[in-house]
Structure formats: C-alpha cells, structure tokens
C-alpha cells in the first residue's frame, strides 16, 4: 500500500523530469536559433564571396563526377595559362599587354600551360605539398602522342573551336567557353595518367591573374642571389631582396631567358611567387577578413576559373595551415634533355615521377637520389646555398639528343630554395 511519502516523491521525480525537459527545448531552440544566425550571416558572405566566379565543368565531364581522394584529402591542379586573351577570349589592351606584362601581342603564347602545380591538401590539417611539372616535359598526350605538357590544352582547345566552328556554332563566348573545357579537360587527363594520383579539383588563370592578385595582395617580397637584366620578360632586377610591384611580379614569374636552368628556373621563380602570396595573405589577415576576402575576391575572380564543385571559401578555411609555412613545394624531376623535330623538351621517366609523387603526398618525402626544387614559408633560417650546387647523394643524371651535336646536360640537383631571413622571404637564382 502507497504512503503519502511515495506520492510525494513520485510527484518530485515528475517535476524534475518536466523541468529538464523544458530546459532541454529552451536550449535546443537557442542552439537552433543560433545555427540559423550563423548559417544565414556564412551563407550570405559566402554569396557575397563566389558570386561572379567563373566555373567550368570540365573535370565531371572527365571523371563522371567521381572524387577518388581519401582520408578528406584534395589534390588540386593549378592550370597558369601563357595567354594574353582574357576568360572571354577576348584580346588584352595592347598598351597593356606591352607595358605592364611584357608579354608581347596576343598572337604570342597562345593557350599553352605556363603553370602546372598538383596541390596536395590533407585532410587531417598537416602540411600540404605542391609538385610542379616542368612546362617542356615530353609526355603522352591523349590523343595527340608524345608532346610538350604545356600543349596538351591549346592541342585540344584549337580542334575543339575547329569542330564547333564546323557544327556552326557561331557565338564566340559560346565558342570559347566549350573550346576551352576541351582544353582543361586534355590537361587534366593528361596530368591525371602522367601520374596516376586522383585529381579533385582544379583552378586556371590567365596571365593578368598573375598581375591582378599582386595588384591586390601589395607588395610581394622575394629574393635573388644574383641581379638579372632580361628585356624579354622585363625582369630588370639586383641582386637582394626585393619588393615587387604587379608589373615587375610577372615579370619576375615570367623571366627564363639568362638563367641557367631556363624553365626550370623560372618554375622555381612561380614557386618564390606563390611562397609570397601565401605570406602576404597571412600577414594583411585576409583569411579572417570577410571584407578583405572580398576585395580579393572581386580583384581576381574575372581571372580565374574553378571547376564546379571547388568551394573557395571552404578551401580556404581548410587550408589556413598553408598560410603558417605547412606547404613544402617541389620540381617534379626531369632526366635530361633532347631536339625533337627542333624542339627542346625534357626527358623524364614516368615511373620515376609516378613513385616521387605517391612519396610526396604521403608525407615521406622525396627519394634520397630525388632532384627536388623545395621552397617553404617556414620561419627556420638555413644558410643560403646556390641552385646549382649538388648535394650529397644525388642522382647521375644521363642524356642523348637528336637533331644537334652537342649533347645537352640535365640540370643538377638543387638544394631547397633558402630563405634570407626570419619572414620566410625565398631566396632564388
């Protein structure tokens, strides 16, 4: 038999459950609210963000849609394109062409790759690695056999315009547009078998991109070993550190003529380039900035295409860390050089490349015989030592030519590019 303290208690325990469970909704609904604040304000700065971004579909078209990366990794390629016609296909204003780029006419460059980075971002935040492929390696080319890499996008992209032109597409924007995807898809293809990694999204710009985002950034800080006057690129500069102005940072990234290495060098100049970049994002807070996000964002977003399903803002939230110095670059190696059909290209070897780049994105390193080109935001000081160096352990390197006499040597193995003081500026030949 119940005694009135039994119903007591029992009406006690019914009266904590109501109020737990009333403060169970009242903090449910706060954290609802809260989210749907907080997801409008993202959303909407978001939108203030991507608007206007020019995207491309061409690596669904490639892949069906499929993202093959695990663990939350992404390999990203960055496409720079040698052209001197805006995303339209539309001519650059001579004047400019001419005195801010020195890039000579339109006519000059065409589509060809100037730049091929693979990003590699893991997704548990350590560093990331960026593998550069020299523009000149001789690869397979779907379609179109061995070629330079550089050519695989204006290959495709000029018998695409050809095929439309003859199916009478007659709309140049409509034109561009497709002619275009065919090239990115060509250079994604290509990179993709070249290597064999999986290839998540990717980002193209044009010339003046290089241009708009020193425009945008301010002053970028690099340094050279040596002064270098060249009137083709208009790379006037001494030796030092040096602060750049957008005209001069193109042509510092596009300077090949009087450096030793030609190409090569001028890889590693994009690399110091980029190394800048990151620094200058960190440093003006941009990443913490929707407002200056934004000003960036307007600045570079006509130069720039991204495949449908980059999120840039997202991207950048996860890669903050390569804004602290975790990203290490490095040059894909090459064996050697040849005259084919009176062009230069390099020699490489693919399974060489292939086993370089699975060592990379694991987090290994390079192989200890590996020629690497490194340049790091890091804020370690190590002693400046000249690209031509060799260092110990390094790989003999062999070569043959056609079409000339005398034989042409590879490169040797670099020593990582040194930085000439405590903010990580990169010191390059």
């Known amino acids: 038999m119940r005694s009135d303290r039994d119903d007591t208690a029992d009406e006690l325990r019914s009266h904590r459950r109501r109020r737990a469970v009333t403060a169970l909704r009242i903090a449910t609904a706060t954290v609802a609210v809260a989210v749907l604040v907080m997801t409008g304000l993202g959303w909407a700065a978001h939108q203030q963000l991507t608007s206007g971004l020019i995207r491309s579909g061409a690596l669904d078209v490639l892949t069906g849609g499929a993202r093959k990366s695990e663990h939350g990794d992404s390999n990203i390629l960055l496409i720079g394109l040698d052209s001197r016609k805006d995303m339209h296909g539309n001519d650059l204003p001579p004047e400019f062409v001419t005195d801010e780029l020195h890039a000579g006419d339109s006519d000059v460059g065409g589509y060809n790759t100037n730049t091929l980075i693979l990003l590699h971002v893991p997704g548990d935040g350590s560093r990331a690695t960026a593998a550069a492929i020299p523009r000149d390696d001789y690869v397979e080319v779907p379609g179109y056999g061995k070629r330079k890499i550089k050519e695989a996008y204006s290959l495709a992209k000029a018998d695409a315009d050809s095929e439309l032109e003859a199916q009478g597409v007659t709309d140049p924007a409509e034109r561009e547009q497709k002619a275009r995807d065919a090239g990115r898809r060509s250079t994604l293809k290509t990179v993709q078998n070249l290597l064999h990694v999986p290839i998540d999204h990717f980002a193209e710009v044009n010339l003046v991109g290089f241009y708009d985002i020193a425009k945008a950034l301010g002053p970028l800080e690099v340094c050279l070993?040596?002064?270098?006057?060249?009137?083709?690129?208009?790379?006037?500069?001494?030796?030092?550190?040096?602060?750049?102005?957008?005209?001069?940072?193109?042509?510092?990234?596009?300077?090949?003529?009087?450096?030793?290495?030609?190409?090569?060098?001028?890889?590693?100049?994009?690399?110091?380039?980029?190394?800048?970049?990151?620094?200058?994002?960190?440093?003006?807070?941009?990443?913490?900035?929707?407002?200056?996000?934004?000003?960036?964002?307007?600045?570079?977003?006509?130069?720039?295409?991204?495949?449908?399903?980059?999120?840039?803002?997202?991207?950048?939230?996860?890669?903050?860390?390569?804004?602290?110095?975790?990203?290490?670059?490095?040059?894909?190696?090459?064996?050697?050089?040849?005259?084919?059909?009176?062009?230069?290209?390099?020699?490489?070897?693919?399974?060489?490349?292939?086993?370089?780049?699975?060592?990379?994105?694991?987090?290994?390193?390079?192989?200890?015989?590996?020629?690497?080109?490194?340049?790091?935001?890091?804020?370690?000081?190590?002693?400046?030592?000249?690209?031509?160096?060799?260092?110990?352990?390094?790989?003999?390197?062999?070569?043959?030519?056609?079409?000339?006499?005398?034989?042409?040597?590879?490169?040797?193995?670099?020593?990582?590019?040194?930085?000439?003081?405590t903010n990580g500026i990169p010191c390059v030949d």
Not at 295 to 321: E, I, M, Q
Not at 354 to 371: D, K, S, Y
């Open 225 to 421: 070993n040596a002064a270098v006057d060249d009137p083709y690129s208009g790379a006037h500069f001494p030796a030092g550190r040096q602060s750049l102005d957008p005209s001069q940072a193109l042509s510092f990234v596009r300077q090949r003529h009087g450096l030793d290495n030609g190409d090569l060098d001028r890889t590693r100049r994009q690399q110091a380039f980029l190394t800048a970049v990151i620094h200058n994002l960190d440093s003006a807070g941009v990443f913490g900035s929707v407002a200056k996000m934004r000003g960036l964002f307007d600045t570079v977003k006509s130069d720039v295409v991204v495949d449908d399903d980059l999120d840039p803002v997202a991207f950048a939230t996860h890669a903050r860390n390569l804004t602290r110095g975790e990203l290490d670059f490095y040059t894909l190696p090459v064996e050697g050089y040849e005259t084919i059909d009176g062009q230069a290209v390099n020699i490489i070897d693919t399974n060489r490349l292939r086993t370089e780049v699975t060592r990379l994105f694991a987090g290994e390193g390079p192989a200890p015989t590996t020629t690497t080109t490194t340049t790091t935001t890091t804020t370690t000081t190590p002693t400046a030592t000249s690209s031509r160096t060799p260092h110990s352990g390094s790989h003999t390197y062999t070569s043959t030519t056609t079409d000339t006499s005398t034989p042409l040597e590879a490169p040797p193995p670099e020593e990582p590019v040194a930085a000439d003081d």
